[in-house]
């Protein structure tokens, strides 16, 4: 383990700086796992008739995913051992070597340039193909 596992413990990251890091985290990641939830119950009243029955009261609407991203939200933040790992993630990032805004010009323009080869190249290979595909039936 890492040298920063040991700051988490029974009071979980309070003493990380990655803390308020962490907690938005899981945060937004409870927020995405409710609006789903919330979603997939929408989708699926169209389809089933339970379903939109259910749909219909706003506890259900609207109290389960709203249960269910509070209830994910509270154990990844009160499980020491999501605690470590995520702040272990967030170390190994900060040592990760970014390219510098050149280098990502320079490659994002070689991506272009070759995405537009490529589409020269099957425009070219599905006109001769349509022609030949032409002169054969008639």
């Known amino acids: 383990m890492s040298e920063s596992s040991g700051a988490v413990g029974s009071t979980g990251l309070s003493g990380n700086p990655n803390a308020k890091l962490v907690t938005f985290s899981f945060l937004v990641f409870s927020f ?3 609006f789903t939830v919330s979603t997939l119950f929408k989708a699926l009243s169209g389809a089933f008739s339970i379903m939109a029955k259910l749909n219909g009261y706003d506890l259900f609407k609207h109290g389960v995913p709203v249960l269910l991203a509070l209830s ?3 154990y990844l933040q009160l499980n020491s051992g999501v605690l ?4 272990e993630v967030i170390g190994e990032i900060k040592k990760v070597v970014w390219p510098s805004g050149k280098d ?3 490659m994002t323009i070689v991506v272009v340039v070759m995405v537009l080869i490529s ?4 425009v070219s290979f599905d006109w001769l193909s349509g022609i030949t595909i032409n002169t054969i039936i008639k």
């Open 32 to 34: 995405i796992i409710g």
């Open 104 to 106: 990502t010009r320079g």
């Open 119 to 122: 589409s020269v190249i099957i």
């Open 72 to 74: 994910i939200f509270l």
């Open 84 to 87: 470590t790992w995520a702040d």
